[in-house]
């Protein structure tokens, strides 16, 4: 199929744990410092967490995803904040996206291009609407040799070595491409120890669908307050978790 399945990850938003808030943490701490102009594309947003993120901080953000349903729930989430006014949510495939050229200052793509048959073309879009010059944040797993039952779950259909993203990065139309390591030490412990165990629990009682609320907020709050000792390892080459890459879009794309 051209476009990322509907799995149960992307689809109960009760799942995104302190590994989710963490790395969104990475990316806004990246995003703002590089940005020209305030006018941003949140690029496969699934439930909005990192597109509330960006409008808190003044960004205005027009947020896609493949899926109908996460969609609503964003707009849902933007209406409660008084925020969908000047805050687009459009459903779309990212492939082939239904967006103007050079409509935006930058663009986020972050967990999405693993789920997609074709991320070279998506990433020719995301080239396509960006402004030259335009900041394009991209984050996703890490390490092929890691993939396992939990990667098939939720869709992935492949996991990056940092030399094939910067490679497709840089087809796509970008340059000044920077490619690092993110999620040790911590964050790998987390999801091979707690997170892998606590879904296959989820999924035998469910039947093979991910039941049960959000964890304990305090043990939530504990965790990522926790995770933030991998900020301290980003870039280094040991066992990392994902990879996160940042690149300007050429004048010429493509």
């Known amino acids: 199929m051209s476009t990322a399945e509907a799995h149960d990850w992307g689809a109960t938003p009760e799942l995104y744990g302190p590994r989710h808030d963490y790395r969104e943490s990475l990316v806004m701490r990246r995003l703002l410092p590089a940005l020209s102009g305030p006018e941003v594309l949140n690029a496969g947003a699934g439930a909005g967490s990192l597109t509330l993120k ?12 493949y899926s109908p349903e996460l969609c609503e729930w964003t707009r849902r989430a933007l209406r409660e904040r008084g925020a969908l006014e000047g805050n687009p949510v459009v459903a779309g495939d990212l492939q082939a996206i239904d967006l103007p050229d050079a409509a935006f200052d930058g663009a986020v793509c ?14 020719g879009e995301l080239a396509r609407v960006l402004r030259p010059g ?3 944040l991209v984050t996703v797993p890490a390490n092929p040799y890691r993939y396992d039952w939990t990667d098939r779950w939720a869709g992935h259909r492949r996991r990056y070595e940092p030399g094939v993203l910067r490679e497709r990065m840089e087809e796509a139309g970008f ?28 999924l035998e009682a469910g039947g093979g669908r991910a039941t049960g609320g959000a964890p304990p907020r305090l043990a939530s709050r504990v965790v990522r307050a926790a995770l933030e000792i991998d900020t301290a390892f980003i870039g280094r080459r040991p066992g990392y978790h994902g990879l996160l890459a940042t690149a300007r879009r050429r004048a010429e794309p493509g």
């Open 110 to 123: 972050a967990e999405v291009l693993e789920h997609l048959d074709d991320d070279r073309a998506a990433l």
């Open 175 to 202: 340059e000044d491409v920077d490619v690092v390591g993110w999620g040790f030490p911590l964050t790998g412990f987390f999801h091979r120890h707690v997170y892998r165990r606590a879904l296959a629990k989820r």
């Open 134 to 136: 335009g900041f394009l």
């Open 54 to 65: 960006m409008i808190d901080a003044g960004l205005r953000v027009t947020s896609t995803d």
